[in-house]
């Protein structure tokens, strides 16, 4: 697991907003966020090599958790390159190695680049439906990786017809009942080129939101490295930076397309690791006031923990900036 | 611990039944079931070589809980084969070693051969009661074992005179309130000939419903025993395989006595070992339909992991299997 | 973490006490009351010597909590001496080195010498709120200990405004928005004089509620010490020994201060301690019969783990009384 903890600063309050008698109020601009993360792991091997194991994980999230939390737990079983998880499992497309590349500074965050559009992914927190069914498989062999995960939100099979809300209206879906299929691949070619690739069918269980990436990132030098990203984000999903202002509600009307540029640059030092974005995306929504997001970013390699900052400005063209400490053990 | 999942099957959709509008809606036969369990333990030992130690358990069952749970604490002491538990106890009925003798497969199930009167057990879950009290002495030595367990649902003395729900009308009790005594013995002569017995006053809490048990099992040849179970259920408890069905209520007359006749017997590989039963209750009830339940199950060891399955018929001829894996660390 | 159990007695059922329909009803004078607490820590070195660290607690109460429960998390920075905390800290007044000085017997119960005004300290349950922040630096060395912290129970600043209830009604304050400032020093004066002090400014969140603390202890021979405590507690805290009783409420005009005179003796033996104290406290509230409260204890040294007894009667002249063991692991 990890610790981190910082400051995260967020143009306009919209760390925390309230609206009472239709009047905004919002929150500090700036907060210390921090998050503790262990994983629980358990393992055993047979006689015939084969590995089974299985984990839990407690997580705190300050101003989102009023305690650490446990979620529910996962079983896996490996052998000869090959991993069968059933429960709580790490999802095809989330796992794809490039699909979170954009992300900068401590926190790891990438207002812009990273997908809109919503689907599984292993939970940290309580699953919102005890029926709730994951089934991943995982083939790693040399330079390639190849994932299928399939997430049934009630294997019950008793809330099938249930219809979630309106993606468009920009609600949150109470409940959704229908199965994702998932699938990734990534390879390594000659040490410097790494293609990622995945989709999701029916993502997040909502019915015909289906989400597609596709991206590729090149060392052109020995220590700076050069990415691009493609995300179709689907009908569904949830938008960061968005204000609860009752006089602007937000209406979404496409989550369009998400293009990514993005690169990294290692210092003399060797430490120092100068990284940053410009991501397009050609969706449409009422708050949106630019299709251009960027974002720069630092971290320093403190060997075992990391100082890191970003400062970035989402397609609301509101600015957010952290700068904090993160230590993995 | 361990870790466990594979596939349970139960005629009727009787995993999920849900009455909507008088309407009996049924889940699906099959579904993947799995469960992971993780016992935390601390322990430290005197000076004079008398040990203290504790234990909390976090357990996650698909289809029941959402994430994984913290059961309360178990306290002990132990001292040249004596031990005494404080708290969330092993109760002495639920340790008796041949009273879940009959169950088959990974899952350890037996819908026919189980005890359907209630009683106390170690608590995987949290207390229904802040205000729960458990004493508990164990006395090994050799071949025998004697078990002592006091439960007292509420020990404040403030709900001692609540009334239970009537335990005739299969509504599930809500609070019980009087002091369980549970009392059970072990004896291994000549490592053939396993005895086993025990009973618990006040089972579960409830006022005047006594559960009696006896059991024996003899080992046959090297790799083959036979067992016989009495079981005396008592006035409460819970039935296996009931359906929801508003158009057939369950009414319980009487748990009635049950009676197990099981065995198993390992192949000439060492590995595989196959197992059944036969059960006979005396009870009734409006849903039950025989008097006679039965299963066979096999397990094949892996070294560190069993394959098991498991098909079984139950007092209201409803037919379950099951089939799946489970490895303990 | 550690283990303990026993028996606490408090006169007129004080452990548990219900009003229904106007009628005070009581618990058992008498009850079991076991604690297990585990901490959960991690850390990590960078190659520089600083180290990071992070902490959970579980921890059961019985007849508090129906099973163990978790607390946010603390993250931790150390090097040369200084610590930084943030999270789930260690308050300044909380961790002053004799303010629980007078505590006797396993449970560590002090009813008249512990502080009745009220702060923040380490929270062993889930927060409140989730939006709570703490920052703390402790800085040691040789035989000086200084300590700072600062928590605001909502940092997202959309409390401010909100008015606690009177603190002198004796109603729970539901919620406190103002930052607590907290600071204590320790200091060992040729290994035998301990001086210790410390104060809370809006302490608890309460707004010009603040705590102060001085003390001292003096190793009078090598098996015996005396110590005295001042403690102004300030305008918001809570009582032990309060009746709920609907024909005597409580109404409380003044924590008023307290001064304590303890001490403990070990016998020749090495491993029994004789503790006591006798507090003066100058408040004024309704129950209230006398200023002064008294206590004796004594522990037993098992090597590992550790017997103890102790008696006492509080402002209230309700006579309190515990035996029991615990174990550290």
Known sequence: GYGRTGVIYYEDGLQNEVVEG??????????VISRLRMNIDAATSTDQGVDFGARFRIQWDQNGDNS????????????????????????????????????LGSYDRSVGGNALGSFFAYESEAY??????????????????????YVD??????????????PFSGDDEEFNAKEEFSFSVDYTWNERLELSGGFALNGAGIDDHDVYFVGARYAVMENARIGLN????????????????????????????????????????GLTNIEAYIANNSGDWTQKETDNSFGIGVNYDLGGARLGASLQRDYQERVTADMGVRFDF
Chains 1, 2, 3 share one sequence.
Do not use: C, H, M
């Open 22 to 31: 239709g009047i905004l109020r919002s929150g500090s601009d700036s907060q």
């Open 68 to 103: 650490g939390e446990l979620n529910a737990g996962k079983l896996y079983v490996t052998s000869s390159g090959l991993t069968v998880e059933v429960g709580n499992v790490d999802t095809a497309l989330d796992s794809a190695g490039l699909i979170y590349g954009s992300e």
């Open 128 to 149: 919102e439906d005890d029926d709730r069914l994951g089934v991943a498989a995982t083939y790693a062999v040399e330079n390639l990786e190849v994932r299928f995960s």
């Open 153 to 166: 939100p009630d294997q019950t099979g008793l809330n099938e017809d249930f219809i979630p809300d309106d």
């Open 230 to 269: 493609w995300i179709d984000n689907g009908d569904a999903g949830s938008l960061t930076g968005i204000s609860s202002d009752p006089t602007n509600p937000n209406v979404i009307e496409d989550f369009g397309n998400t293009v990514t540029l993005y690169g990294d640059y290692t210092l003399a030092d």
